[in-house]
């Protein structure tokens, strides 16, 4: 299994930027592929994720309205869209695997199993 994020760079606040990740070594559904952020001094903390199975999604409410993450079964793509973007949203940014399904949605860390590398983001004027 393999993760790969790409799309980070820096960012005015109240600017928008997309991050992909692409998925290898497994058939998507039945998982749940995340988002994840971890800014400097911080603990990783779960952003959004959603079931490949269904499509549903769940978002932190720190991104709530602003971010919306997308899959593209075809592609093996997982995106996440980020809109108006806050100093505060600056961090490594980590798309990941996890499953079981249910439990995953609560995007706790210890839930996802493998884990791209980290793209930074960095929201400065």
């Known amino acids: 299994v393999q993760l790969q994020a790409s799309g980070g760079g820096s960012v005015q606040p109240g600017g928008s930027r997309r991050l992909s990740c692409v998925a290898s070594?497994?058939?998507?559904?039945?998982?749940?592929v995340a988002w994840f952020r971890q800014a400097p001094g911080k603990e990783r903390e779960g952003v959004s994720c959603?079931?490949?199975?269904?499509?549903?999604?769940y978002y932190a409410g720190s991104v709530k309205g602003r971010f919306t993450i997308s899959i593209d079964n075809a592609k093996r793509m997982v995106y996440l869209q980020m809109n108006s973007l806050k100093p505060e949203d600056t961090a490594v940014y980590y798309c990941?695997?996890?499953?079981?399904?249910?439990?995953?949605?609560?995007?706790?860390?210890?839930?996802?199993?493998?884990w791209g590398q980290g793209t930074q983001v960095t929201v400065s004027s």
């Open positions: 959603i079931n490949t199975s269904d499509g549903s999604t």
């Open positions: 070594g497994f058939s998507l559904g039945d998982y749940a």
């Open positions: 990941a695997l996890g499953f079981p399904i249910g439990s995953a949605l609560y995007m706790r860390t210890y839930e996802y199993h493998y």
